[in-house]
């Protein structure tokens, strides 16, 4: 039975009426048109259908609609800001951290949550936390180069709004 689903997408209220049993992945592609998040295993292993829920990555292919009613999704089409990309899909444009592109928005989306639970991890943290993200073309050593420049931008973002708000 049908069921209207309310939650915040991108950045924007959206409500779908569907089964609350369907996947958040399917929704995604097929009802909204947000085919940057990609079909991988179907199962949650290899990460290229994570979004954020939350702000936390989560892989839409074991989530239900049910699941994200009232909560905040984005997806790899609501990271960039006024036509500007987040720092983490800047670095990853500026160190070639791309190869097919494929599992690129999970990479990405799983690196933006990682960087905002822990804005200076090591390179070890890093490892431990993209494990669970597949990349079948080896572009992993530019991956881990991109998170790391974009702690570092992250992080003087963070500062220099932090000072802000003290100097105001």
Do not use: Y
């Not at 209207?4 to 959206?14: E, R």
């Not at 490892?127 to 079948?136: L, P, Q, V």
């Not at 530019?142 to 963070?158: D, E, F, H, N, Y």
């Amino acid at each position: 039975m049908n069921q209207t689903i309310d939650f915040q997408l991108n950045g924007k209220a959206a409500r779908v009426e569907t089964d609350p049993s369907r996947r958040l992945l399917w929704v995604l592609r097929t009802d909204l048109a947000l085919t940057g998040t990609k079909f991988g295993c179907g199962i949650g292993l290899c990460g290229a259908c994570t979004v954020l829920v939350d702000k936390k990555a989560l892989r839409s292919c074991r989530l239900t609609l049910a699941d994200i009613k009232g909560k905040e999704v984005t997806t790899i089409e609501g990271l960039a800001q006024g036509g500007q990309l987040h720092p983490v899909q800047q670095a990853f444009v500026d160190h070639d951290a791309m190869q097919c592109g494929f599992c690129t928005p999970g990479m990405i989306l799983n690196a933006f949550s990682l960087l905002l639970a822990n804005p200076n991890p090591s390179e070890g943290e890093v490892i431990s936390e993209m494990d669970g993200n597949f990349c079948r073309c080896g572009a992993h050593p530019r991956i881990m180069k991109a998170i790391m420049s974009a702690a570092q931008t992250m992080k003087g973002t963070v500062e220099q709004a932090g000072s802000a708000k003290r100097d105001g």
